[in-house]
């Protein structure tokens, strides 16, 4: 699954190729990893970048169990018996609190002493919508609901931070080297190759991150619509404005009235593009398109890799939606 750093700087010229995906991955066990009962040691995630590291940084030595099948919500992830078994079996237990309240129950009841969770890794940012004492005249990363201003977050029990951090290759980096470590501290024979997994995984979010800033330095437009607020770590990295249709749940139900007020943004500000996601449907972004004469493309959140997504592993995604941000916001 591993693509070459020289692949991703190819990719993030200015005209990228992507690579389209027909995998399935982002769910499930693996079927290129070894079996736990193999392994130096085993990792239990539940949303796919988080498996993608893991992955990367152990190698053909660690197991990767991923809880999340392919194709599901992840927001929305019920553990069996045997999952909640294999949290407790985990070495480590690679998570984000706040994004899927069973794996939260879980690694607390089940692996405390494996949890390697981001939130305590990183700095999350605070939710779209959480924060009433942002500067509104600061458009940036905000959404805008059902009057314009600021959508309540109704929907799954993320607190006020948001999870989605993996769309910052920033905070990834941090990650990776904080997994790097943990997995070295459990198994001293690996770490050398756990440190150089980490530096090389470190190397290709370096890649994206270049051609992130490079292809969004200059942009016509700098609004991002979107059917629910997961990009505010990519909108507020680069500068843009994240407006979303609905709150950070992804299935939350936007009222008529908050499509109405998105519509007359996006003619307002002559709008080109509606992005929906690889697990949203698309009826919201289609009704807001057909109102406006707006395009309807995909700007994936990386939540799993389906055959929607514009490419097949992380580093082929980001710079898919890199493709369809440059394309959309008119970038040079």
């Not at 539940?46 to 660690?62: C, F, K, N, S, T």
């Not at 006020?160 to 501290?185: Q, T």
């Not at 709150?247 to 499509?259: K, R, W």
Request: with cysteine; glycine share 10%; hydrophobic share 35%.
């Amino acid at each position: 699954m591993r693509t070459p750093i020289a692949r991703a700087a190819a990719l993030g010229a200015t005209t990228l190729l992507i690579v389209t995906g027909c995998g399935t991955g982002g769910g499930g066990t693996n079927e290129d990893s070894v079996s736990p009962a193999d392994a130096d040691l085993t990792v239990v995630t539940g949303v796919y970048p988080l498996e993608w590291l893991a992955q990367e940084i152990g190698g053909d030595g660690v197991a990767v169990v991923q809880l999340t099948e392919p194709g599901t919500e992840p927001h929305d992830l019920e553990l069996t018996g045997r999952q909640i078994a294999e949290v407790s079996e985990a070495d480590i237990a690679f998570y984000v609190q706040g994004l899927q309240p069973a794996v939260d129950e879980a690694v607390s009841q089940e692996a405390e002493e494996a949890a390697l969770d981001v939130a305590d890794v990183v700095e999350l940012r605070p939710a779209a919508g959480a924060d009433d004492d942002h500067d509104h005249d600061h458009d940036h990363g905000h959404d805008h609901g059902e009057d314009g201003g600021h959508a309540e977050d109704d929907g799954h029990d993320h607190g006020d931070l948001d999870p989605h951090f993996w769309l910052d290759v920033e905070l990834m980096k941090e990650s990776a080297e904080a997994l790097a470590e943990r997995m070295g501290e459990i198994d001293p024979e690996g770490a050398d190759r756990y440190q150089e997994g980490a530096e090389r995984v470190v190397g290709e979010l370096s890649t994206i991150g270049d051609a992130y800033e490079d292809g969004l330095a200059t942009c016509e437009h700098r609004e991002v619509v979107v059917g629910h607020t997961a990009f505010t770590y990519l909108t507020e990295q680069y500068d843009l404005e994240q407006i979303g249709v609905s709150g950070v749940d992804p299935e939350t139900e936007p009222s008529p009235a908050q499509i109405a007020a998105i519509t007359d943004v996006v003619r307002e500000r002559d709008i080109t593009t509606i992005f929906t996601e690889p697990l949203m449907p698309a009826a919201t972004a289609d009704t807001i398109a057909a109102e406006t004469g707006a395009r309807v493309e995909v700007l994936d959140p990386l939540e799993g890799v389906t055959d929607r997504s514009p490419g097949d592993d992380y580093p082929s995604i980001m710079l898919g939606n890199l493709d369809a941000l440059t394309a959309a916001l008119s970038c040079e």
